[in-house]
């Protein structure tokens, strides 16, 4: 059974920091890509970072590139998003995302809320 288990949510301030952490287990994930989404009240869940589990390469979306930095850590099987100089629009409930086109195979974590305050 697929798990992925994010943590590393809370209230900060605008300018501040947090890293979030989605711990994955159940299967291997070496043909997945490993991304994260949000979604903020009232709007659409939408991508903000993804990450290759075999090849490494990254993508960010362009409201969050030069703040965020998404990484892995094989070992573990765990993926990070670091977010720095948050801004109160990030806030959101982020949700951690394993997919491979590969095996037809989609999975979601339960999400951890992010608020930052102005």
């Not at 590139?65 to 094989?74: A, L, M, Q, Y």
Request: glycine content about 12%; charged content about 15%.
């Amino acid at each position: 059974q697929v798990q992925l288990v994010e943590s590393g949510g809370g209230l900060v301030q605008a300018g501040g920091s947090l890293r979030l952490s989605c711990a994955a287990s159940g299967r291997t994930f070496s043909s997945y890509s490993m991304g994260w989404f949000r979604q903020a009240p009232g709007k659409e869940r939408e991508f903000v970072a993804a990450i290759s589990w075999s090849t490494g390469n990254i993508y960010y979306a362009d409201s969050v590139k030069g703040r965020f930095t998404i990484s892995r850590d094989n070992a573990k099987n765990t993926v990070y998003l670091q977010m720095n100089s948050l801004k109160p629009e990030d806030t959101a409930v982020y949700y951690c995302n394993a997919e491979s086109s590969l095996v037809g195979e989609d999975y979601w974590g339960q999400g951890t809320q992010v608020t930052v305050s102005s």
